[in-house]
């Protein structure tokens, strides 16, 4: 089967952009998305990941606004939050899973790694998952915890990529036009294609500045190219007035 993706915009945030690049670009302001992706065909609603408040991001100190909730995100589409069936969330940071209490009537994906580390993480990155406010959302949630690669649906499938996260994992997608990647990672566009010129620490790529292990960020950055044709870094803002993918 062949899907089309529709990205829901959520929240603008302008960040340094070095949080973006590591060890690059530092004092360089930019603005980023965090958005939720839809996935339709005709029995089944798939959402992957959720966004936030931006409340949420301006309480951990970075300047954000609402362009949706996640509501009225899904009404542009014709959806409603009680419709949908499943929920693939990337990782479990915060502006990732935080209207996850809205969808009840889902069942959520995600990485037995994510969600165990989740609510036991090193004390090096426990600021990325508030133990009080995780449990909140998902208490009394549909979870259905996953060991690595695996088939979701016919013609999608999740893909373990660690690095940002110790259990993020990347949602690979049929299309028309080849295999989607949802990148399971915070990322922009220049992660995966520097500008002619630029380079950072790696020949390939830019890193992600936001990681804990760099080795497996750069591995799993290495296993996205190599499986799929087009590649969706997950934050980029050349995403916010586009209709579908592809």
């Not at 409340?55 to 959806?79: D, V």
Request: hydrophobic share 40%; net charge negative.
């Amino acid at each position: 089967m062949k899907y089309v993706i529709k990205p829901i915009p959520i929240t603008k945030v302008k960040v340094d952009k070095s949080v973006m690049t590591y060890l690059m670009n530092q004092g360089m302001i930019v603005e980023i998305i965090t958005y939720a992706w839809a996935i339709e065909n005709n029995d089944t609603k798939i959402l992957v990941d959720t966004g936030c408040p931006a409340e949420i991001q301006i309480r951990s100190g970075f300047p954000a606004s609402q362009i949706n909730t996640l509501r009225k995100g899904l009404a542009s589409i014709n959806w409603k939050p009680e419709d949908i069936d499943l929920v693939i969330l990337t990782h479990l940071h915060l502006d990732h899973i935080a209207y996850a209490r809205e969808l009840e009537n889902a069942t959520f994906i995600i990485q037995e790694k994510e969600y165990s580390t989740a609510f036991n993480p090193h004390p090096a990155y426990e600021g990325f998952y508030p133990a009080k406010l995780l449990k909140e959302l998902f208490s009394g949630l549909k979870i259905n915890r996953i060991n690595g690669d695996k088939e979701i649906a016919d013609g999608i499938s999740v893909m373990l990529t660690p690095g940002h996260t110790p259990g993020g994992q990347t949602v690979l997608i049929e299309s028309d036009k080849g295999i989607i990647a949802l990148v399971g990672f915070c990322c922009i566009r220049e992660n995966f294609e520097p500008p002619k010129g630029v380079k950072g620490i790696s020949s390939k790529f830019i890193i992600p500045g936001i990681h804990i292990d760099i080795v497996e960020i750069y591995e799993s950055m290495q296993k996205i190219r190599e499986v799929s044709d087009i590649i969706v870094p997950i934050h980029d803002s050349m995403y916010l007035n586009v209709e579908q993918i592809p």
